[in-house]
């Protein structure tokens, strides 16, 4: 019997965007993965606030000084989710993505949310820092890798400077296919 309510439901992959300009080559492969998994992909960005902090000074147009870190951050990752639909036509990226804003400790709540969208995957990027900046301040991927149940894959650069990208993307998907 044929029973589409039994049918397990497609993967999630996470992604933790931290706004920055590495953030569209970590959606890119993300986005890649996906669509060789057809796979759903949850971009995250995790506000890391000071405890009771809820107001950051912006100026808006001269008329608000002060901006919520809620819209500041919806407003910022809804532009770096138009750059990369714009810089990555191919990959059709933006029509089904869903996008979650949280507050917290990012590697704490990160890992929570992987566990909140079951996701079989996270993908996020690396800042290169010096080992002695590593030593000291941590890294966020490190402690995301150390803590997360679901498969993390740390991408370092755009997917374009990755050595030999469409060749693993095209056995990825070769792979996922005989599966």
């Known amino acids: 019997m044929n029973d589409i309510a039994n049918l397990p439901a497609p993967p999630t992959i996470l992604v933790p ?13 993300a986005a890649r993965f996906a669509r060789c998994t057809h796979a759903s992909l949850v971009v995250l960005h995790v506000v890391h606030e000071a405890v009771g902090e809820t107001e950051y000074p912006r ?8 901006l919520s870190l809620d819209k ?3 407003s910022m990752l809804r532009e770096l ?18 996008t979650r804003i949280v507050y917290g400790v990012p590697a704490t709540r990160i890992c929570e949310v992987a566990k909140q969208e079951n996701a079989s995957m ?18 966020v ?39």
Do not use: Y
């Open 81 to 98: 989710m138009d750059r990369v639909s714009r810089d990555h036509p191919d990959l059709e990226l933006v029509a089904g993505v869903r």
């Open 17 to 29: 965007v931290d706004l920055s300009d590495r953030s569209v080559g970590v959606l890119s492969v």
């Open 141 to 179: 991927a490190g402690r995301v890798l150390s803590r997360s149940q679901s498969l993390v894959t740390i991408v370092k650069g755009s997917a374009e400077e990755m050595v030999g990208f469409p060749f693993w993307e095209a056995n990825l998907q070769q792979t996922h296919a005989q599966a």
């Open 72 to 74: 500041i951050a919806e």
């Open 59 to 66: 100026p808006k147009n001269g008329r608000d000084p002060l």
């Open 122 to 139: 996270i993908v996020m990027g690396s800042h290169s820092r010096t080992r002695l900046a590593h030593l000291l301040v941590g890294s």
